[in-house]
């Protein structure tokens, strides 16, 4: 009797690892041979890696922060009816049935706990979503909590022939987002508080749809996120901020600080802004009394992926761009 138990076991702990983020459609062919022309749709008249995520659009100076999903089921109208999926066991944070708010269109994100890490996926131009769907409702992976659809408010509508749900996965950035958007931008409308498009932090879902394909259970978000290209290093003089309790798993232990008392971060940010890795540091560490500083530039990575110009350089000396101190002041408000 023990050996078939034993068997049930393991086969239940496998069960449980593998496959945490799923493809949100039934369109599969990202994992198929050459068929990334078949999954991702681009822009008007442009291939298909402007439909992927990165600085992909306006020459490499625009980033396109998701993967725009092709359709593959259409009404007698030629509109796209695909099922949209969770991508992951999570929960509800947000439904937008407001489609002229946003260039997003109806949109929807739930939030997920991947080993101790907050991820948040969104789906967006959708026809409808779920009418059942409430804010902290569980949802399953693989369960259905959308259609697919054409909306956004943007100025050249989305065509049914590049029919697509645009899909993310995010870091949130702050919660306390709402506060430092009016202080910042008191003219500028915020219309869907902590889940504006600025609060979320993409980072590109393909490598991790597709390593997981390929190594199953033993792909690690953590390392993933860990694993990221720096574009720059940066010191920031705050001791607490959101992020730091969020993405705690991303701290890098430093003993002197921790002996000593903690005066300030170094953050690893990369080309999005994603901070991947955080060092605390001592006052002792710490030259200088700028509130944020810029320690190094990987400039090869700047080149490769400039769009978000969060550094610029001035003359022989890089800093940070209004763009760089403007996340850092969002990132730490
Ligand atoms: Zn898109």
Redesign the pocket.
């Known amino acids: 009797m023990g050996r078939p138990i034993i068997y049930w076991a393991c086969f239940i702990a496998l069960a449980a690892q593998a496959q945490t983020f799923q493809l949100p459609t039934a369109n599969h062919a990202l994992f198929e041979k050459e068929g990334e022309d078949r999954f991702f749709v681009g822009t008007s008249g442009k291939p298909w890696v402007t439909?992927t995520f990165g600085c992909v659009r306006s020459s490499g100076w625009q980033v396109?922060e998701?993967?725009?999903i092709r359709c593959l089921q259409r009404d007698r109208h030629g509109e796209p009816t695909d099922p949209v999926l969770a991508t992951a066991d999570g929960t509800v944070s947000y439904i937008s049935t407001r489609p002229s708010l946003s260039n997003y269109g109806n949109y929807l994100v739930l939030c997920h706990q991947v080993e101790g890490v907050e991820i948040y996926s969104l789906y967006?131009h959708l026809r409808e979503i779920r009418q059942d769907l409430k804010i902290g409702q569980a949802v399953k992976a693989g369960e259905t909590v959308a259609v697919m659809g054409r909306t956004a408010n943007t100025h050249e509508a989305i065509s049914k022939e590049r029919a697509?749900v645009?899909f993310e996965l995010n870091l949130l950035v702050n919660d306390r987002f709402t506060g430092w958007h009016k202080k910042t931008f008191p003219d500028q409308r915020n219309d869907h508080g902590e889940w504006n498009g600025q609060n979320l932090l993409g980072i590109d879902p393909r490598p991790i749809l597709v390593a997981q394909h390929e190594a199953g259970a033993k792909f690690t978000l953590l390392s993933y996120l860990q694993g990221q290209t720096e574009l720059c290093r940066v010191l920031v003089r705050k001791t607490y901020f959101p992020w730091l309790k969020r993405y705690a798993a991303l701290i890098r232990p430093n003993p002197r600080a921790e002996k000593e008392g903690v005066a300030g971060y170094e953050i690893a940010l990369n080309f999005n802004g994603v901070a991947f890795e955080l060092i605390p540091r001592a006052a002792s560490e710490l030259k200088g009394k700028a509130k944020f500083q810029l320690l190094s530039v990987n400039e090869a990575e700047y080149h490769k992926n400039p769009a978000r110009r969060l550094v610029a350089k001035r003359g022989a000396v890089w800093e940070l761009s209004s763009h760089g101190l403007n996340l850092l002041e969002m990132l730490t408000y």
């Open positions: 439909g396109h998701g993967l725009d967006a697509h645009h």
